[in-house]
């Protein structure tokens, strides 16, 4: 059997008259923030994806999603995450966990983990027990600390037999 870990890292910074999309869940900002972004720009799920890229080594989702293009324009990130589980499938390999942090001052995310790792799940082709989703604060330091913006850290394993 062979193993593959990847990581990824995003970050997008709180504006207003953005929805505030993370794991796919709609969130209210005690502030009234969301992310910015070309897409719907989902931290959580961008870094998943990026993480999943990295294993195969197929570059990041820029690379693959670009920006520039008018396609993913506010573009649902839980959408683009199945095209890159596609690219996982098409190359062989399966996800055996994947695991994240958010880095967020506020909201509290904690009674939205449940949901955000069931949606994950199932656009992954996986169970929640495969699907690790944390929070915390950066302690009111940096850019996140300072509600500037939300980030998120995320970690796969992938298995081809």
């Keep these: 059997m062979q193993l593959r870990i990847g990581n990824g890292y995003d970050i997008h910074r709180l504006v207003p008259g953005r929805?505030?999309?993370?794991?796919g869940v709609t969130l209210e900002h005690p502030a009234g923030l969301g992310?910015?972004?070309h897409s719907d720009a989902d931290v959580l799920v961008h870094a998943?994806?990026?993480?999943?890229?990295?294993?195969?080594?197929?570059?990041?989702i820029g690379r693959h999603f670009p920006p520039e293009d008018a396609r993913w324009k506010g573009a649902d990130s839980l959408e683009l995450l199945e095209k890159v589980m596609g690219l996982v499938r098409d190359a062989g390999w399966s996800v055996v966990n994947v695991d994240s942090v958010v880095?967020?001052?506020r909201p509290k995310l904690k009674p939205h983990i449940a949901p955000?790792?069931?949606?994950?799940?199932?656009?992954?082709?996986?169970?929640?027990?495969?699907v690790g989703v944390k929070a915390?604060?950066?302690?009111?330091?940096?850019?996140?600390?300072?509600?500037?913006g939300i980030a998120c850290h995320a970690v796969v394993l992938l298995q081809r037999p």
């Design 19 to 23: 929805p505030l999309i993370l794991g």
């Design 35 to 37: 992310l910015d972004g």
């Design 48 to 60: 998943l994806m990026d993480a999943l890229l990295g294993a195969l080594s197929l570059g990041d």
């Design 103 to 105: 880095v967020a001052e």
């Design 116 to 130: 955000m790792r069931a949606g994950i799940a199932a656009r992954m082709g996986l169970s929640p027990e495969q």
């Design 136 to 148: 915390t604060t950066n302690e009111g330091l940096g850019p996140t600390g300072r509600e500037e």
